[in-house]
C-alpha cells in the first residue's frame, strides 16, 4: 500500500468564460478542488463568486410539494430546458396555490362531515323524543348541553353530585362517553365550568337541522352524503392537478437540479481582474485525462504544479 501521487493544478480563463466552463467543470472526476475562501483570504486583490444559491429556496418548494401531495419526481438532471428563474417562481406560486386551494377545501368539508358525524350520533341517541329540536334548544329556563366527555372524567361527576345539573350518559367507546347534561339557565355558567373543567367536549347541532330527532337524522345523513360526493369531486380534480402539473415539475425539478450543481461550484472560482481560476488537486496519472476533457475549451490555461508548490495549500491524501 503506498500514498498516490498528486499535482497541484490551476485551471485559469477570461471571465467571459465562466458559464461555459462550469458547465465542464461539475463533469469531473478525480479533480479535488480548493474552496476560494482558503486562497482569497491569503492573497489580497483575489475575489469570491459565491454568491445567494436561488435553485436551493426553489428546490425546497419542490420538495415540499412531493411530500404534502405525493408527487414522485425522479432526481434526474435536464440541460435542456429553456428557463428564468422569475419564471420558475411565478409557475411554483401558481402551482402551490392551486393545490392548497383544492387542499384547503377537500379538509374543510372533511371537518364538516366529521362534526355532521358527530351532531348525527347525538340525534340518533334522542331518536325516540317526539319534540322538536328547535323547541328543545328554545328552552328559556333550561340549558342543554349535547357532546363527549372522557371516560375517565364521569367517574369524577362524583365530587359534584350536590350541584344543580342532570347528566345523562347514552353510550360510549374507548375514550369517550357520549352523553348530555342539563341545568336551569340561574346555574348554566357555573355547570358549564364544571363540565369545562372535566374537559367536556360540546357537540353542537347544525342549524340547517330542524324537525324532531328523526327529521334531523334524516337531513344530517342526507348532508353527509352530499358533502362526501364534493369531496370525492375535489380528490378528482386534485389527481388531474397532479397529472397536469407533473410533466412540467419534473422538467423543472431536472433543470434546477443541473443549474444548482452550477452555482455550488462558484464556491471554487477565484477572480482576479478580467480572469477567473479554480485550484485544486489531481492524481498524477489522471492529469492527461484532465487535460482531454478541456481539449476542445479555448484560451483555458492549465497550469501543472508539484503538490506542495503553494505550502499554504495541504494536498489531499490518498491510499
Same mark, same amino acid.
Given at each position: ?5 498528486? %499535482? ?6 477570461n ?5 461555459d466552463?462550469?458547465v ?8 479535488? &478542488? ?11 486583490g ?10 436551493q ?13 405525493g ?5 434526474? @438532471? ?8 422569475? @419564471? ?16 384547503n377545501t377537500?379538509?374543510?368539508l372533511?371537518?364538516?362531515?366529521q ?17 322538536a329540536?328547535d323547541?328543545?334548544?328554545?328552552c ?8 363527549? $366527555? ?5 367517574d ?7 350541584? &344543580?345539573?342532570v347528566?345523562?350518559s347514552?353510550?360510549?367507546?374507548h ?12 346555574? =348554566? ?7 369545562s ?8 347541532i &347544525?342549524?340547517?337541522?330542524h324537525?324532531? &330527532? ?5 337531513a ?9 360526493k ?17 410533466t412540467?415539475?419534473?422538467?423543472? %425539478?431536472?433543470? $434546477? ?7 455550488e ?13 479554480i485550484s ?17 475549451? =479555448?484560451?483555458?490555461e492549465?497550469e ?9 495549500? %495541504?494536498?489531499?491524501?490518498k491510499?
Amino acid at each position: 500500500m503506498s500514498i498516490a501521487k498528486v %499535482k497541484f493544478i490551476d485551471l485559469t480563463a477570461n471571465i467571459s468564460k465562466l458559464d461555459d466552463f462550469l458547465v465542464k467543470f461539475i463533469d469531473l472526476k478525480g479533480f479535488h &478542488p480548493i474552496l476560494a475562501s482558503e486562497i482569497v483570504e491569503k492573497v489580497h486583490g483575489l475575489t469570491s463568486f459565491v454568491s445567494d444559491n436561488p435553485c436551493q429556496p426553489l428546490l425546497a418548494e419542490v420538495e415540499d410539494l412531493q411530500t404534502k401531495y405525493g408527487f414522485k419526481l425522479l432526481n434526474l @438532471e435536464q440541460r435542456d430546458q429553456v428557463y428564468t428563474f422569475n @419564471e420558475m417562481y411565478d409557475y411554483m406560486h401558481k402551482t402551490k396555490e392551486e393545490f392548497e386551494t383544492e387542499s384547503n377545501t377537500i379538509k374543510q368539508l372533511e371537518e364538516h362531515i366529521q362534526k355532521y358525524n358527530d351532531a348525527l350520533i347525538q340525534v340518533q341517541n334522542i331518536q325516540n323524543l317526539d319534540i322538536a329540536l328547535d323547541d328543545l334548544f328554545a328552552c328559556e329556563y333550561i340549558g342543554i348541553r349535547f357532546g363527549r $366527555l372522557p371516560n375517565d372524567s364521569v367517574d369524577k361527576l362524583r365530587f359534584f353530585q350536590n350541584k &344543580p345539573f342532570v347528566f345523562k350518559s347514552f353510550n360510549h367507546d374507548h375514550n369517550n362517553s357520549w352523553c348530555m347534561y342539563f341545568t336551569t339557565a340561574e346555574y =348554566k355558567r357555573e355547570v358549564d365550568n364544571i363540565f369545562s373543567s372535566l374537559f367536556f367536549e360540546r357537540i353542537f347541532i &347544525p342549524d340547517f337541522v330542524h324537525g324532531t &330527532p328523526k327529521d334531523a337524522v334524516e337531513a344530517l345523513q342526507d348532508e353527509i352524503e352530499n358533502t362526501q360526493k364534493m369531496i370525492d369531486k375535489y380528490k378528482d380534480d386534485l389527481e388531474e392537478l397532479t397529472k397536469s402539473s407533473c410533466t412540467q415539475l419534473i422538467a423543472m %425539478k431536472g433543470e $434546477l437540479l443541473y443549474l444548482n450543481r452550477i452555482y455550488e461550484a462558484k464556491k471554487y472560482v477565484v477572480g482576479l481582474g478580467n480572469k477567473f481560476s479554480i485550484s485544486g488537486f489531481v492524481e498524477e496519472n489522471n492529469v492527461d485525462c484532465l487535460k482531454e476533457s478541456f481539449e476542445d475549451f =479555448k484560451d483555458l490555461e492549465i497550469e501543472v504544479n508539484d503538490a506542495y508548490s503553494d505550502r499554504r495549500i %495541504k494536498p489531499p491524501t490518498k491510499l
